[in-house]
């Protein structure tokens, strides 16, 4: 009866485990649960046998990775779709398994430092390496509360990654060694959680930055295809001409319109620059527009603006191209244009998915980001937040109108200034004041020396821990 009983509670912890991770690391984050989630799953995990303790902690993944798979499969094949959940689940267990097998093996209490510098290695090197980036880092659990956020100024990601993982860590430790045995690493988690949150309130001005010039956001869902009917496609472009139009007479300076309006050819491209040079002409803005263009087969994903006088003053061409628009080419340059007494830089949606973009305009003393994106309905809240720490880690304000997401504005702190849902014709739009004041960040100066100091704490604590038998001394493996 009592193994039975300790089975069903071990089972219960890893479905309460599972189905909290789901809700904390989902598209739309429960940011609080996030400090929790994990603490069932490691309890069940710390109190079993290695081969109880990966099944019960493959359970508790998959349920949390199957919040994803939906997702996953709008971006690619449903086969694929199920491989990427089910290796997102095998990251959790591999995570887990590894931070298990240090802390039963070394019986200090900071044993407790494994889980937490684990999860930082592993968020850095797909920063770096993955070609998605680490798009489901923790931290991004975060992005909704500013005053958590502003550590990653310091430290990027990695830093905030660090505390979310070690408060979860030091509760499974206290519950299976005890408050006593659990102490020292279970009162420093707390007091690094406490002052996390302490240096963002401090570091967050109590009023929104000296704003520049107003800026005006336009979005139209409905996308122009080869097929498109010619009668529709005069449509969608005569209203962008009147979201336009309605915005510079209501006082904005700079207009920004989404990412990929519409794929043309070469005479279709020299066409519409025309017109749309003419519409920066006649409602005397700076015009940001989003095109696809295909020139025998050579096809990218650019960013042209529009001077006040008609000009075209730059065509970015997106660095990183999302799953479905593999078959264009990647651009390399980045774009940073004076516009009154701001700094501009230009970017396109999943470009702000990578801190190193982020910092590369940080370095370019970029004061705001111009960002047409596309997004995919039910993660443009996700991608809106998730490119707005892109501002904080860079100190830098974000300006990104989405089709199928959001119209959002935020300042250099995360903080959102203005927001609204994207909709198909007639149409959405924003105008807001943009907070552009330069703010200079430890990131943007020194990168990821944080991630990359656990990364190395890592493999220089793992391979010793790997290699050597159990001493004396050490705790034993539970039944």
Same mark, same amino acid.
């Given at each position: ?69 939906? =997702? ?20 959790? /267990? ?40 680490? $798009?489901?880092?923790?931290? =991004?659990? !975060? ?17 905030? /990654? ?13 519950? /299976? ?189 970029? !004061? ?83 991630? $990359? ?8 604590? $793992? ?17």
């Amino acid at each position: 009866m009592r193994l039975s009983r300790d089975r069903a509670i071990d089972v219960a912890l890893a479905l309460s485990g599972g189905l909290a991770l789901r809700s904390a690391f989902g598209l739309d984050p429960v940011w609080w649960l996030a400090w929790l989630a994990p603490a069932p799953v490691l309890v069940a995990a710390l109190r079993n046998s290695t081969k109880a303790a990966c099944v019960l902690a493959l359970l508790a993944a998959l349920i949390a990775a199957s919040g994803h798979h939906a =997702y996953f499969a709008l971006l690619m094949p449903a086969p694929a779709a199920a491989v990427v959940t089910v290796l997102q689940a095998l990251t959790w /267990v591999f995570v887990i398994m590894a931070a298990r097998h240090a802390m039963i093996r070394v019986t200090s209490p900071w044993s407790v430092l494994a889980y937490p510098l684990l999860w930082c290695a592993l968020d850095t090197l797909l920063a770096h390496l993955h070609p998605d980036t680490n $798009w489901d880092s923790l931290a =991004y659990s !975060q992005a909704d509360v500013p005053a958590a956020v502003q550590i990653v100024a310091l430290t990027g990601m990695a830093g905030l /990654v660090f505390v979310l993982s070690l408060v979860p860590a030091a509760i499974a430790l206290a519950a /299976v060694r005890g408050w006593r045995a659990a102490r020292p690493a279970a009162m420093a988690a707390l007091a690094l959680a406490a002052a996390t949150f302490a240096f963002g309130h401090a570091r967050i001005p109590a009023t929104m930055p000296v704003a520049a010039d107003p800026v005006g956001l336009a979005v139209i869902d409905d996308f122009i295809g080869p097929r498109t009917p010619p009668a529709r496609v005069e449509r969608i472009w005569s209203r962008y001409e009147e979201l336009v139009g309605t915005l510079a007479a209501q006082g904005a300076r700079i207009v920004v319109l989404p990412e990929k309006i519409a794929t043309v050819t070469p005479d279709t491209a020299a066409q519409l620059t025309l017109r749309l040079s003419a519409l920066a002409a006649r409602t005397q803005v700076w015009l940001v527009a989003g095109i696809g263009t295909d020139e025998d087969d050579r096809k990218h994903n650019v960013a042209w603006l529009f001077s006040p006088d008609g000009r075209l003053d730059a065509s970015y061409r997106k660095h990183h191209l999302a799953p479905p628009e593999r078959e264009f080419l990647p651009g390399s340059a980045y774009d940073v244009r004076a516009i009154g007494r701001t700094a501009f830089g230009l970017a396109i949606c999943k470009d702000m998915h990578f801190a190193a973009m982020g910092r590369a305009y940080g370095m370019r003393q970029t !004061q705001a980001m111009l960002v047409p994106a596309w997004d995919f309905g039910v993660d443009g809240r996700y991608a809106a937040r998730l490119s707005a720490l892109r501002g904080v880690e860079s100190g830098f304000a974000m300006v990104r109108a989405s089709r199928e997401g959001l119209l959002t504005v935020t300042d250099a702190y995360g903080r959102v200034v203005a927001e609204t849902r994207s909709a198909p014709l007639p149409g959405a739009t924003l105008l807001a004041r943009v907070p552009a004041a330069p703010v200079d960040t430890f990131y943007a100066r020194t990168g990821d020396w944080f991630g $990359w100091l656990c990364t190395a704490a890592v493999l220089l604590g $793992w391979i010793p821990l790997l290699r050597r038998r159990r001493l004396p001394g050490h705790a034993a493996e539970p039944a």
